[in-house]
């Protein structure tokens, strides 16, 4: 219960942010099932939405595995300062490397694991339901594209601006005395 509910928010910029994701993807070609595959395996948001210009473009694989190294570098960081945490984890370590996004990390860094469960228990839920958030916004999106003839030009511009918007505020806090 308290994996569930401390995923909420991550639940809310998921579901958008998917649901753009499919929506782009619909509208280069890629159905529900292409939105529901690259949400499941690739899992990445800000790489799924490059791969999608990736794909149209016809990018080489070598240019499609040095962006994805590249944009996705951070993640080595995550998980180096995560080896304390899911050691002695077993069978859902995997899983919860794959399922370390940002929102993810900064969920299972705080080491506040409520009391009477688990530390690998929770951190695993917090990964399942916050992919499980994405990979619904995604299909929501894509099956939306489908069926709704609406013109969604700019829809790719999305991600951008969520960085846009996140770094205003973040720049207004730190002006304003807020936060670390």
């Known amino acids: 219960r308290s994996a569930f509910l401390d995923t909420v928010p991550v639940m809310t910029g998921y579901l958008f942010l998917g649901f753009g994701f499919g929506i782009l993807l619909h509208q280069n070609g890629y159905?529900?099932?292409?939105?529901?595959?690259?949400?499941?395996?690739?899992?990445?948001?800000?790489?799924?939405?490059?791969?999608?210009?990736?794909?149209?473009?016809?990018?080489?694989?070598?240019?499609?595995?040095?962006?994805?190294?590249?944009?996705?570098?951070?993640?080595?960081?995550?998980?180096?300062?995560?080896?304390?945490?899911?050691?002695?984890?077993?069978?859902?370590?995997?899983?919860?490397?794959?399922?370390?996004?940002d929102e993810t990390y900064s969920l299972v860094s705080q080491n506040q694991t409520p009391e009477g469960i688990s530390r690998h228990g929770y951190c695993f839920l917090v990964s399942l339901f916050d992919h499980i958030w994405w990979v619904s916004g995604t299909v929501l999106g894509a099956a939306a594209g489908s069926l709704i003839p609406v013109n969604y030009e700019g829809i790719e511009f999305v991600l951008t601006a969520l960085f846009v918007t996140l770094f205003v505020e973040s720049v207004i806090c730190v002006i304003l005395g807020y936060g670390g």
């Open 31 to 101: 159905g529900v099932l292409w939105s529901a595959a690259m949400s499941l395996f690739i899992y990445a948001g800000s790489m799924q939405y490059m791969a999608v210009s990736l794909l149209t473009g016809g990018a080489s694989l070598l240019t499609t595995a040095l962006t994805t190294i590249v944009v996705n570098a951070r993640h080595l960081f995550y998980g180096i300062s995560m080896v304390d945490a899911y050691k002695g984890a077993g069978k859902k370590k995997p899983y919860m490397i794959f399922a370390l996004t």
